[in-house]
């Protein structure tokens, strides 16, 4: 029984030793940035969190601005852009 517990101990201290420093890491900083379709020229504004990146089917995209960390922020930049019209809606 002491072996089994020494052995319980031992892989609990393991797992703990390797989930310290995923826990540490600093989480990914949450940002917008605008991206332009090409067949359409809408822009839209995408959120960095997100997991996936925009289906490019049955149009691409491009991102037109750098990564800005507020929503507000970004449609300022999506606002600028139809303004210069160099997107739509």
């Known amino acids: 029984m002491r072996r089994l517990t020494s052995l319980?101990?031992?892989?609990?201290?393991?797992?703990?030793?390797?989930?310290?420093?995923?826990?540490?890491?600093?989480?990914?900083?949450?940002?917008?940035?605008?991206?332009?379709?090409?067949n359409t020229g809408i822009?839209?504004?995408w959120n960095t969190e997100l997991q996936s990146k925009p289906v490019e089917w049955p149009s691409t995209y491009k991102v037109v601005s750098k990564p800005v960390p507020t929503f507000v922020e970004a449609t300022n930049i999506q606002l600028k852009l139809r303004d210069e019209r160099r997107c739509f809606l």
């Not at 600093?26 to 991206?35: L, N, R």
């Open 8 to 38: 319980a101990a031992a892989a609990a201290f393991a797992a703990a030793s390797v989930a310290a420093p995923a826990l540490a890491a600093p989480a990914p900083k949450s940002g917008y940035y605008v991206i332009r379709w090409d």
């Open 43 to 45: 822009c839209q504004i």
